[in-house]
Nanobody
Framework: QVQLVESGGGLVQAGGSLRLSCVAS?????????LGWFRQTPGRERDFVAS????????YYADSVKGRFTISRDITKNTWYLQMNNLKPEDTAVYFC???????????????????WGPGTQVTVSQ
């Protein structure tokens, strides 16, 4: 497993932008590691937001964020990012980064494939 820490959350007005970062420590990540972002609101399941499967160079997104959010990574820094543009109040949630330290998976949209999670960072979007 690796240890993950998110940063970059905060309060923003609707239409604004934020960039979340996730730094991994404990072991180096490679382009073949499955990396993802999920979010959760009180009383609800943790939902998929975006990911790299690590099998190809493609990124994957939940329908609700396509065209607004972009996942990226800098393996040299053991870091990946979630650029969030045109934020909406319904994007308000705690955002979690996740990694699969054992390598890659076709099922990068599924929580179960990840074995390492960050503590989360709050994103609040006001009207």
């Amino acid at each position: 497993q690796v240890q993950l820490v998110e940063s970059g959350g905060g309060l923003v007005q609707a239409g604004g932008s934020l960039r979340l970062s996730c730094v991994a420590s404990g072991r180096p990540l490679t382009a073949t590691n499955t990396l993802g972002w999920f979010r959760q609101t009180p009383g609800r399941e943790r939902d998929f937001v975006a990911s790299f499967s690590g099998i190809d160079d493609a990124s994957y997104y939940a329908d609700s964020v396509k065209g607004r959010f972009t996942i990226s990574r800098d393996i040299t820094k053991n870091t990946w990012y979630l650029q969030m543009n045109n934020l909406k109040p319904e994007d308000t949630a705690v955002y979690f980064c996740a990694a699969r330290s054992a390598g890659s998976s076709f099922y990068s949209m599924k929580k179960l494939v990840y074995d390492s999670w960050g503590p989360g960072t709050q994103v609040t979007v006001s009207q």
